[in-house]
């Protein structure tokens, strides 16, 4: 019973604003990230039960704010839902509305749970932009990293690349803290404010390092990817503003 208190309260009570998921003031952060997988036909369920704890939360003052994204792509209904911590030390900390709110979740949200899926991650705010406030969805790519000295290396380069010639990196990464066998080493999220603005023709990552330094250079680094790089691996999520609290 403790062990599925705690994984109630990491899951549904320290949620904090995605917005605030970015590289600020070139700080690193923890990123608590739960991969929620719901049961097959029990979605419209699942929904219902957040909302209850979502009113519930309101209810009893809770102070936080998050935002809760559904996956696109892949087999079945999964949901992601993250935290933020400024230092591990936050993980001591827990939410007193859990108290008032944990027979709503206990009795409407975990029945429709097939499984949860929990990692964090630390920011990398020397690659990373920050995201904007218009965020409807983001194209999330994961990486299994044999070399992290040599993929680091790259990202920086090429993220240097796309800078000098955007203004911005494109992307928010993270260096993942752990895990199962599994787990991703590191992953990079994408901003968009909606569909139609992936639509937008743009020159690829690998293009304007090209374009940088040379098609020489940029062969070399490409075959050092290849050597760092085990496995890669992309969904798309879209926010679900009706369960989040902005």
Not at 139 to 146: C, I, L, M
């Given at each position: 019973m403790k062990t599925m208190k705690l994984m109630i309260t990491t899951v549904f009570v320290a949620f904090i604003s995605i917005s605030m998921l970015t590289a600020q003031n070139n700080e690193s952060i923890l990123l608590s990230v739960s991969e929620i997988t719901v049961k097959q036909g029990h979605n419209a369920q699942f929904m219902e039960g957040v909302k209850k704890w979502k009113e519930c939360y309101l209810e009893n003052d809770g102070k936080e704010s998050w935002n809760i994204w559904r996956r696109v792509q892949g087999e079945g209904t999964v949901y992601i839902m993250a935290s933020v911590m400024a230092n591990w030390a936050e993980m001591d900390i827990v939410d007193p509305v859990n108290k008032d709110c944990y027979t709503t979740v206990l009795n409407f949200i975990m029945p429709h749970v097939e499984k949860v899926?929990?990692?964090?991650?630390?920011?990398?705010?020397?690659?990373?932009?920050?995201?904007p406030e218009d965020?409807?969805?983001?194209?999330?790519?994961?990486?299994?990293?044999?070399?992290?000295?040599?993929?680091?290396?790259?990202?920086?380069?090429?993220?240097?690349?796309?800078?000098?010639?955007?203004?911005?990196?494109?992307?928010?990464?993270?260096?993942?803290?752990?895990?199962?066998?599994?787990?991703?080493d590191y992953m990079v999220s994408t901003p968009y404010s909606g569909f139609a603005q992936m639509d937008i023709k743009r020159d690829s990552p690998w293009k304007i390092y090209e374009n940088a330094v040379g098609k020489k250079k940029a062969d070399e680094m490409g075959k050092k990817w290849d050597a760092a790089v085990d496995a890669a691996w992309s969904h798309i999520y879209t926010l679900n503003t009706e369960l989040s609290n902005q």
């Open positions: 899926n929990y990692n964090i991650a630390r920011s990398m705010p020397e690659f990373s932009r920050d995201m965020t409807k969805l983001v194209w999330v790519t994961f990486f299994k990293v044999n070399d992290g000295t040599a993929f680091r290396e790259i990202i920086s380069a090429v993220s240097s690349s796309i800078k000098a010639k955007e203004g911005i990196t494109r992307g928010i990464w993270y260096d993942y803290m752990g895990g199962a066998l599994d787990a991703a």
